[in-house]
C-alpha cells in the first residue's frame, strides 16, 4: 500500500515553461487536494475535487489546472511558470468527508528561475 | 471564509510542556485537526476535536472549545524531536476543504 505518491521531488523551471506534477493514490479515495506552502507558512489550497470529473477552485487557484479523470489520479498542470509559483507543493487525499485526517505526498520542491 | 491564528513561534526547553493555543472564527465548524510537520516533509495526522474537551495521546494532548472558538494542543515531556511546526486546521459542515492556519515552528532547546 503505497498512500499518496508524487512526482517529482524536485524540479526547477524557467519563466514560461510548463510542467505537470504528477500525483496518485492508492486507497481508492474520494477526495484529493493541491496545496502549496511558501516557505515558513501553512497550507494554500490551489484545487480539490470530490470524485471523478469533478473539481473546483481553492483559495489560490491562479496560473494552475488540474484534471481527475480516475478515483487515483490527480495531477497538476502549471501552464506558464513563474517565480511567483516558486513554492513546495504537497497533494493530499482522505476518504470521503472532511472528517477524516489527510493522506499527504511527500510533496514536489519547485522553483522557477 | 474563516479566520485561523496561532502563535508564529515558540521555543521550550527538552522535559518541559507547552502548549500551542488556536483560534478561529466560522460558521458550521466540523472539527479541528493538528498535524505536526517537520522540516523538509508532510505534515502527519497528529489529533482530530469535534465535540468539546480534552483528547489525550501519550504525551500530546489536544483540547477544543466550540463555544470559544478555540483549541490547544500541550505537548509534554519535550523531547528534540518535537521540534516541528504545529498546523490547525478546521473543517466546516457542507465543505469539502479544510482550512489551515499558518502553523506555529516549537523550538525545542536541550
Known amino acids: 500500500n503505497a498512500g499518496v505518491t508524487q512526482t517529482p521531488k524536485f524540479r526547477i523551471l524557467k519563466i514560461g515553461q510548463s510542467m505537470t506534477l504528477q500525483c496518485t493514490q492508492d486507497?481508492?479515495?474520494?477526495?484529493m487536494y493541491w496545496y502549496r506552502q511558501d516557505p515558513g507558512m501553512g497550507l494554500k489550497l490551489i484545487y480539490y475535487s470530490v470524485g471523478a470529473g469533478i473539481t473546483d477552485k481553492g483559495e489560490v487557484p491562479n496560473g494552475y489546472n488540474v484534471s481527475r479523470s480516475t478515483t487515483e489520479d490527480f495531477p497538476l498542470r502549471l501552464e506558464l511558470a513563474a517565480p511567483s509559483q516558486t513554492s513546495v507543493y504537497f497533494c493530499?487525499?482522505?476518504?470521503?468527508?472532511?472528517?477524516?485526517?489527510?493522506?499527504f505526498g511527500s510533496g514536489t520542491q519547485l522553483s522557477v528561475l | 471564509g474563516q479566520n485561523i491564528d496561532q502563535p508564529t513561534e515558540m521555543t521550550a526547553t527538552e522535559g518541559a510542556i507547552v502548549q500551542i493555543n488556536c483560534t478561529y472564527q466560522t460558521s458550521g465548524f466540523n472539527g479541528l485537526f493538528w498535524y505536526q510537520q517537520h522540516a523538509g516533509e508532510a505534515p502527519t495526522f497528529l489529533s482530530y476535536?469535534?465535540?468539546?474537551g480534552l483528547e489525550e495521546k501519550g504525551r500530546f494532548s489536544s483540547f477544543l472549545s466550540r463555544s470559544k472558538g478555540y483549541s490547544y494542543l500541550l505537548l509534554k515531556e519535550l523531547q528534540m524531536k518535537d521540534s516541528a511546526s504545529y498546523l490547525c486546521a478546521v473543517g466546516l459542515s457542507n465543505d469539502y476543504k479544510l482550512s489551515f492556519g499558518a502553523g506555529t515552528t516549537v523550538t525545542v532547546r536541550a
Open positions: 486507497m481508492n479515495h474520494n477526495y
Open positions: 493530499a487525499s482522505t476518504p470521503r468527508s472532511t472528517n477524516e485526517k489527510l493522506f
Open positions: 476535536n469535534v465535540l468539546d
